[in-house]
């Protein structure tokens, strides 16, 4: 069976969603679940990808996925082997651990982003052992489930950093206090009224959105993926700072010359630094970065991953590349 197309365009919006082999379970413990949630933490860092929403239930996760750089699929990619290898490694298991690739629709944000994320936080509720619960004793259930985005979506206090909550709650007046609450009294509809599933709208082309948004990205993307056989994602990234500027920050910054830095022998931490900010500022794609620097770009995946782990250590690195993020940022303006 052929695979179903992958839909990948600059700033994209998708809910996400990976099922256990077989059904099993892919959660035994809260320090799976904690551990889950730190690696998404990572690999959306490493990404640049935006996480709007979450719930981690006993058998699959549920993700609200906003993609800036085009690139879900490896941000999935690495995800899910990255909880995988985890799983594996600390319950002394070997083998698949997901049902399949994972599965995601794409998402009209303008008409469906509020609902897909109310659709991901009612999850908890959809457990039959639950179904008996009063309208009070579930929005109580609701409020303390510590393994959704749903508490950081109507308290402040103990959202976490990565958490993105400012699109989704711009429709109910910001993240204020009335905003939160109206997000609040928003998915409490969900449990008191017969709310349709925002995913059925998907079924059978993985799109969910208005007729016009689904007619768009037919013209704009299947159409021509059909004609070519292939995944029609964006293939270049418009580079939001040259490639040069930030060779010659870094080399500035390292005291390193461009030769040394593109040299495929160099070992300084520099090179992983240039890795990053090429793909993070400079709109460039692992492989385009592994031909400049000599590599493949699985070890660009790699360093890219050190440097990510070496700066939770070395906090006068960490402190040095914010530096450098400013000031590519300021050069964005």
């Known amino acids: 069976m052929a695979r179903p197309l992958r839909i990948q365009f600059e700033n994209a919006y998708y809910h996400v969603t990976c099922r256990g082999n077989a059904r099993q379970e892919i959660f035994l413990n809260d320090t799976d679940r904690a ?6 933490e990572r690999s959306s860092d490493i990404y640049q990808t935006e996480i709007l929403a979450y719930v981690l239930m006993s058998n699959h996760f549920h993700l609200l996925v906003k993609t800036p750089l085009a690139n879900l699929q490896e941000f999935m990619r690495h995800f899910n082997i990255s909880y995988t290898s985890y799983h594996n490694w600390r319950h002394d298991r070997t083998g698949h651990l997901y049902q399949g690739r994972y599965k ?27 179904s008996g619960m009063t309208l009070d004793e579930k929005r109580k259930y609701l409020r303390n489930y510590r393994w959704s985005s749903y508490g950081g979506y109507i308290l402040q ?42 995913l059925e709208k998907g079924t059978g082309h993985g799109i969910v959105g208005a007729n016009e948004f689904i007619e768009k990205i037919r013209e704009q993307y ?16 418009l580079a939001q700072v040259e490639p040069e500027r930030i060779i010659r920050l870094i080399g500035e910054v390292f005291k390193v010359k461009r030769e040394e830095l593109l040299k495929k022998g160099y070992k300084g931490v520099a090179r992983g630094v240039v890795m990053e900010m090429l793909y993070r500022y400079g709109g460039m794609k692992q492989r385009e970065i592994g031909e400049l620097l000599g ?39």
């Open 35 to 40: 551990t889950f949630l730190d690696l998404l």
């Open 104 to 130: 995601s629709f794409l998402v009209d944000a303008d008409n469906y982003l509020q609902e897909i994320s109310r659709y991901i936080h009612l999850n908890p509720m959809r457990v039959r052992l639950r």
């Open 157 to 198: 206090l103990g959202r976490r950093g990565f958490l993105q909550v400012k699109e989704v709650l711009a429709y109910f007046g910001g993240d204020s206090a009335k905003g939160r609450m109206k997000y609040e009294d928003f998915v409490m509809e969900g449990l008191s009224g017969k709310i349709a599933n925002p």
């Open 222 to 237: 299947i159409r021509s993926a059909v004609e070519s056989r292939e995944l029609p994602a964006v293939k270049k990234i």
């Open 295 to 333: 590599i493949d770009y699985s070890a660009v995946s790699v360093m890219r991953k050190r440097l990510w782990a070496l700066q939770g250590k070395d906090h006068k690195l960490r402190a040095r590349i914010e530096r450098m993020k400013k000031q590519l940022q300021q050069s964005q303006e």
